[in-house]
C-alpha cells in the first residue's frame, strides 16, 4: 500500500528539490510550503519518490485541491504498469494466442501442486514440494506479490489413470515407448476420477501436476503437432495451469519406491514456474522499440 505523507515545514521541501532519499519504497512524501502569492503552483517531482509542492495560495482549500489534482498523474505510471501486468488485452493482443493461455486477473489465487501416481502397486512415491516451492518458486511469487497472492496446497493421489489411451511407437533399434499427440491433451485430464478440487479457496484455481504413468504405460511421451517428441515432457493447459510427465528410472521401479527429494524437483519446478509466467501473462515487455524488460 503507497503511504502518502504531507509535510509543511519549508526546510524539508529544500531537502526533497535536491532529491535526498528521506523515503522508502511503497512510500510516498509529498513536501507542502507557501509559495509567491503572484505567482503559479510550483511541482517538482524527485526520482526518490519525494515530490515539493509551492503553493501560491496558502489555504486548506487551495492545499486539498492542488494535493487531489496532484495525486491521479503521480500514480499513472505505477497503474499503468499494473494493468499490463494484470493481463489487460489490448485489441492486437486479443488476436494474439498467446494471450489467450493467460488467466482472468485476481488478487488472490489458489494453487495446487498434485503428484499424480497411476500405478502404487508398481510403484510408491512421495515429495518434498514443501521445500522445491520454497527454493525455487517462492522468490518469483515474492516479485508479483505487489499485484496478487496465492494460497497454495498440495497433495498426492493415487491409482490416477488417464482419460486417455496413449498411443504406441515401436522401434526396432531404439525402445519403444508409449505418447500422447496434441490432440489428446486437451483430454488428458481425468475429471470424473482425480480430485483437484479446492475445499478452502473460492478464488481462481491454477494447477500443477506431476504424473507418474502407469507401469503398463512407461515410459511416456509427449508429441509435438510433427510428430517430434517434446524434450520437456510438459504442456500447459491454457487458463488451467500446467503438467510435467515423469518417467520412473529403473532404479525406482526396481525398488517399488521414488521419493522426489528438493533437487530432484528443481527441473520440475522450473517448467512450473514457466507455466506459472504464461497463465499470469508475466512476459517480456520492449522498452523504446530495443530493450527488453522482464514484467
Known amino acids: 500500500m503507497n503511504i502518502l505523507r504531507i509535510d509543511t515545514q519549508t526546510a524539508l521541501v529544500s531537502k526533497a528539490v535536491e532529491g535526498s532519499p528521506l523515503t522508502s519504497n511503497g512510500h510516498y512524501s509529498i513536501y507542502v510550503a507557501p509559495g509567491n502569492p503572484d505567482g503559479q503552483t510550483n511541482v517538482s517531482v524527485g526520482t ?25 498523474n503521480l500514480f499513472a505510471k505505477e497503474q499503468e504498469t499494473i ?6 488485452q489490448s485489441n492486437d493482443e486479443k488476436a ?8 482472468k486477473y485476481s488478487s488472490r489465487y489458489q494453487m495446487t501442486f498434485s503428484l499424480m501416481n497411476g500405478d502404487p502397486s508398481n510403484l510408491n512415491v512421495d515429495w518434498d514440494i514443501r521445500g522445491a516451492i520454497e527454493s525455487y518458486l517462492s522468490p518469483f511469487i ?13 497433495q498426492i493421489q493415487h491409482y490416477a489413470s488417464l482419460a486417455v489411451k496413449p498411443h504406441y511407437r515401436e522401434r526396432e533399434r531404439e525402445p519403444s515407448y508409449h505418447y500422447l499427440d496434441p490432440e489428446s491433451l486437451p483430454h488428458f485430464i481425468n475429471s470424473a476420477e482425480w480430485n483437484l478440487a479446492s475445499a478452502v479457496s473460492s478464488y481462481p484455481s491454477i494447477n500443477f501436476i506431476l504424473y507418474i504413468p502407469l507401469a503398463s504405460e512407461t515410459p511416456l511421451r509427449i508429441h509435438n503437432s510433427k510428430g517430434n517428441r517434446i524434450g520437456s515432457n510438459a504442456f500447459l493447459i491454457p487458463r488451467w495451469g500446467g503438467i510435467v510427465i515423469h518417467n520412473p528410472n529403473a532404479a525406482s521401479i526396481a525398488a517399488h519406491y521414488h521419493h522426489f527429494t528438493r533437487k530432484d524437483l528443481k527441473p520440475v519446478m522450473e517448467i512450473f514456474a514457466s507455466q506459472l509466467r504464461g497463465l499470469l501473462g508475466v512476459h517480456d515487455l520492449k522498452r523504446n522499440g530495443e530493450d527488453k524488460v522482464r514484467t
Do not use: H, Y
Open 96 to 103: 494474439n494466442p498467446d494471450s489467450m493461455r493467460t488467466m
Open 48 to 72: 526518490d519518490r519525494s515530490v515539493a509542492v509551492l503553493v501560491k495560495n496558502w489555504k486548506q482549500d487551495e492545499i486539498i485541491r492542488t494535493i487531489s489534482s496532484l495525486i491521479p
Open 142 to 154: 515474492a516479485e508479483i506479490s505487489a499485484v496478487s497472492n496465492f494460497t497454495i496446497d498440495s
Open 83 to 88: 494493468r499490463g501486468v494484470a493481463c489487460e
